[in-house]
């Protein structure tokens, strides 16, 4: 994005939504889709591995809205305002890696070949970061469609703070592919119930209807009517598409488009905003001649004698991994995307003279860049933190630091899976994102949209308040999938909450965000027995160590409120991975530290205690930190010395130099180690001895557990008693 002179520009109208079909004559658009079926069973058969089916089921589809309709740069994969194309049935890659490749983007013959081999841009799954115009790591079934009314609702957001009349800097669209296992996965009704919620208008979901998946027909247990299913959430339908004419598939998406821009007038009269879903029928393994419509296609490579057929019944001549010139031709979006690219950047380039103070802030956001005054902003939020010195829960220590880094960062945008009152995702003055409703005037009737409020999904005219809490309702495996693809758009820093026992249900979104090396935060408040009453159902006893265990996610357990500042202004700062916050429901004492002490709570690990001569270490997280300090103190009075090691972040403290953490934790000390949860996770820091939980809460007042539990500075001390003893 440059600046430029725009004194000569005039700017072009919004996408064009209702012109003509952009489709050429259908010998070529056979063939166009022949060549996907080429390259798709070419490359499975090579690989011994993969799923034919669904790319030679839906490439007419593909033709369609990749000729007709997507918005993209291949010479520019991640060019701003492209539209966000989402493959969530990820198991038929090759269908989004043919078309990469015949479109013009920087993936190779030689890497379709090479698919599902080691070190290839072509893995068996499409992974974000590797392959140039993956949008999202899919394959877990139904994540990518969530992680598309992500994109959606943060173009929706960015429209409508950074658009000004005449500038239409945020116009695009979010379109995602889905099959029958995506919409029986459960996390489809969570993301697409919200999706209609909030209209996000410019979600237009494509369904390969094709009645099969890897057991067989899906009509034994999988029965139900998706289009009245998606209409209860309020979406448009569009249903009973031949998958297989480009043209209706053309049509349909047309009519989409302009319903998202333009609205769809009901019977009642009223415009209407809403995501929308076109039901294609298909047939699996279209132009197979043995293979098609059965699940043999589905799964596993046709075979050589299958591909021989197939090639005869498509009169598709080429040798394997040929495609010939003219059909390269006819894919080539090279020179198309470039000059949709050139013009979006004139009119950025005008809108930055126009509003020079809302691009700047524009493009620092999408850049991902943090404000220049940040480390000022942590260093108030730290001061406070140790000025008040207040003994609180962290949940509450994390809303005060959220007190600060609303207001100060206008991408931080977030909420709580129905739990706000419990997590305090909230900060003071943060208004809750609401769909704004449509009013009746009193005096004409007519319908005119109101200021505040809240609207049923449908009775609307789109447009979302400037609020940047979302209430996710009961939904922790949706709301994980959603940040993540916020956080793929571009222009937010998400998070979301729960408690911590119930980021089991969202586990695979935390793994998929963590494979994506996303920032993303994650709030999971009530993090051990300290919740009490509500018993072992809602008692985190191996989640903290299980979330640890995920690659290039960064947890967090503070012991106060001044660790809790340190680790959100860390989880802000991260920009190579996920972040977990474990926060306390119950209060924690305050720790005082010495300014040096302060600054190195952000290497995960410190020494917080440390008398002379000691002769054995603690090392704590979270509420034990203090039950640490307390046992030493204990210990301190009989004579024996024994250093405190607070390690906030595990994962932090495991990235520091060896010099540093040899220093925090001498080899010539014995080492305990005390947490409330499985024991498991903490033998690899050398301890003689764990203060641990390996087994079920119980039901009962946190004092009470904690004792029961031996959680408790009485037991620990006697626990480095016995090792000295040793």
């Not at 979302?470 to 998400?494: D, K, Q, S, W």
């Not at 990235?655 to 690899?684: C, H, I, M, S």
């Not at 500075?713 to 480095?720: G, L, S």
Request: with cysteine; net charge negative.
């Amino acid at each position: 994005m440059t600046t430029s002179s725009a004194a000569q520009y005039t700017a072009p109208a919004p996408q064009d939504v209702t012109g003509g079909s952009r489709l050429p004559d259908e010998a070529t658009v056979q063939r166009m889709a022949d060549s996907i079926r080429a390259l798709a069973m070419d490359a499975v058969e090579q690989a011994r591995s993969g799923h034919p089916g669904m790319p030679m089921g839906m490439a007419e589809i593909a033709v369609a809205l990749w000729t007709g309709h997507l918005r993209h740069s291949p010479a520019h994969p991640t060019w701003f305002d492209r539209d966000r194309f989402v493959l969530s049935n990820g198991h038929g890659s090759m269908l989004l890696y043919a078309l990469l490749h015949l479109t013009g983007y920087d993936l190779p013959i030689e890497e379709i070949k090479r698919f599902r081999q080691l070190h290839s841009k072509t893995p068996g799954h499409p992974e974000y970061g590797l392959t140039p115009g993956v949008e999202t790591t899919t394959g877990p079934l139904g994540q990518g469609l969530a992680n598309a009314v992500g994109m959606a609702l943060a173009e929706k957001l960015l429209a409508q703070e950074f658009n000004r009349p005449g500038f239409d800097v945020v116009d695009h669209f979010t379109y995602c592919f889905v099959g029958d296992g995506c919409l029986m996965e459960g996390i489809s009704h969570e993301a697409c119930s919200l999706a209609g919620v909030l209209s996000l208008s410019r979600l237009i979901v494509l369904y390969d209807d094709n009645g099969i998946s890897i057991d067989g027909e899906v009509k034994d247990w999988f029965g139900d009517n998706t289009p009245l299913r998606f209409e209860s959430y309020g979406w448009n339908v569009i249903a009973g598409v031949d998958g297989h004419d480009a043209w209706a598939v053309d049509q349909a998406l047309a009519q989409a488009k302009a319903w998202a821009v333009e609205g769809r007038v009901d019977a009642t009269g009223t415009r209407r905003f809403a995501p929308t879903l076109i039901d294609c029928k298909t047939v699996i393994g279209k132009g197979a001649p043995h293979r098609a419509g059965t699940s043999k296609a589905h799964g596993e490579a046709l075979g050589a004698d299958e591909v021989a057929a197939t090639r005869k019944a498509l009169n598709w001549t080429s040798a394997p991994f040929e495609i010939p010139c003219d059909v390269y031709a006819s894919w080539d979006a090279t020179a198309t995307g470039a000059q949709q690219q050139s013009m979006w950047e004139d009119l950025f380039n005008a809108y930055a003279e126009r509003y020079p103070v809302e691009a700047g802030e524009f493009e620092r956001r999408m850049r991902g860049v943090l404000p220049g005054d940040w480390e000022s902003i942590v260093a108030r939020m730290v001061d406070d933190a140790v000025g008040k010195a207040e003994k609180v829960a962290t949940r509450a220590a994390s809303r005060q630091a959220l007190n600060y880094l609303g207001p100060a960062l206008p991408e931080l945008l977030g909420g709580s899976a129905d739990l706000t009152g419990s997590n305090l995702t909230d900060w003071k003055g943060v208004e809750p994102l609401r769909l704004v409703p449509v009013a009746k005037s009193a005096s004409s009737g007519e319908k005119t949209q109101a200021a505040a409020g809240s609207a049923e999904p449908g009775g609307n005219r789109g447009a979302l308040t400037a609020g940047r809490h979302i209430n996710f309702g009961v939904r922790e495996f949706g709301m994980c999938a959603v940040l993540t693809g916020l956080a793929l758009h571009g222009g937010y820093i998400p998070y979301g909450g729960t408690f911590l026992v119930f980021s089991d249900y969202a586990r695979n979104a935390l793994r998929v965000a963590a494979l994506s090396r996303q920032r993303v935060v994650y709030v999971f408040t009530h993090d051990s027995i300290g919740l009490g009453e509500d018993g072992p159902t809602h008692q985190p006893i191996e989640h903290a160590s299980t979330l640890r265990a995920i690659p290039n996610m960064t947890v967090w357990r503070p012991a106060d409120s001044v660790e809790t500042v340190v680790a959100w202004a860390s989880a802000i700062a991260n920009e190579d991975g996920p972040t977990s916050l474990l926060l306390s429901r119950q209060g924690l004492p305050f720790l005082p530290r010495t300014p040096e002490q302060v600054a190195q709570v952000n290497r995960g690990g410190y020494v917080l205690r440390d008398p002379a001569a000691p002769r054995a270490v603690l090392l704590a997280t979270g509420s034990e930190v203090s039950v640490a300090v307390a046992a030493a103190e204990a210990l301190q009075a009989e004579g024996v010395a024994v250093r405190v090691v607070s390690v906030p972040s595990t994962n932090v403290f495991d990235r520091q130099d060896v010099t540093y953490k040899r220093a925090v934790l001498p080899d010539n000390l014995p080492r305990v180690a005390v947490e409330a949860g499985v024991t498991d996770f903490w033998w690899k820091y050398r301890c003689d001895a764990v203060v641990g939980i390996d087994r079920f809460g119980e039901s009962a007042p946190a004092p009470d557990l904690f004792k029961f539990f031996g959680i408790t500075a009485e037991n620990v001390a006697e626990t480095v008693r016995m090792v000295l003893r040793r």
